[in-house]
């Protein structure tokens, strides 16, 4: 069946760092990817998305790529702030099935 | 915000009794969702909507039980509560109208069963 993997957290970075959560996925056809965001005590929200292949999504200075030929979804920042310190969760939901799986979470503190 | 509320948001409860967990929308989006959230896991499906009285399992589906009578409320009940349904649940809502639809998230139920 459909599956993500992510890095295994935590991470812990400083202010102004650059970020990198690595996300790669195994699915049939032709998924759509989602980054989800969860902050401390609150429910997930979505942070960006793609649904096809080479589409980038980009959402408060994060992206990431769907690269179907390396299934991934990697997610970047190029300067991460205190307020970006959440778990954060890759997730795919497959052609024709309108069910989200997701990845582990990866928990991410920026020290400032 | 999407409307959508959780309750109750904490509970205790004690081994073998049955517990209800309701989700409501005020979004009238077709698909409702159960996951659980538990270390090391991420979320997991455990249940899930797609019309009034239209429901599937997920992959962690043992244990619980799903009702659907109208399109805003989605229960999951624990039918005999055991240590291991100790997590925090989140319900989740999408209109699934197109690839990519994005899925709205209550604030989570934290049970803990003792």
């Known amino acids: 069946g459909d599956s993500v993997t992510q890095m295994e957290g935590p991470v812990t970075l400083s202010e102004e760092a650059f970020l990198t959560i690595n996300c790669t996925y195994t699915?049939?056809?032709?998924?759509?990817l989602f980054w989800y965001v969860q902050y401390p005590g609150e429910g997930l929200q979505l942070l960006l998305k793609?649904?096809?292949?080479?589409d980038k999504g980009s959402n408060k200075g994060f992206e990431a790529t769907y690269r179907k030929e390396t299934t991934s979804f990697h997610l970047e920042k190029g300067s991460v702030q205190v307020s970006d310190s959440a778990v954060y969760f890759c997730a795919l939901s497959g052609s024709g099935a309108q069910k989200l799986v997701f990845g582990q979470g990866t928990r991410l503190t920026i020290n400032p | 915000d999407a409307g959508i509320t959780q309750s109750p948001r904490h509970k205790v409860t004690e081994t073998g009794t049955p517990v209800t967990l309701r989700c409501h929308q005020t979004e009238n989006h077709r698909y409702m969702y159960w996951y659980r959230q538990d270390p090391g896991h991420g979320l997991r499906l455990i249940h899930y909507s797609y019309g009034v009285k239209d429901t599937d399992k997920g992959e962690v589906s043992d244990g619980y039980s799903v009702s659907r009578s109208k399109t805003e409320d989605f229960l999951l009940t624990l039918e005999s509560a055991t240590s291991s349904q100790t997590s925090v649940y989140f319900c989740?809502?999408?209109?699934?109208?197109?690839?990519?639809?994005?899925?709205?998230f209550g604030q989570g139920t934290r049970l803990t069963v003792v």
């Open positions: 793609a649904t096809k292949a080479d």
């Open positions: 989740a809502i999408s209109d699934g109208h197109r690839g990519g639809s994005e899925a709205f």
């Open positions: 699915a049939t056809g032709y998924p759509s």
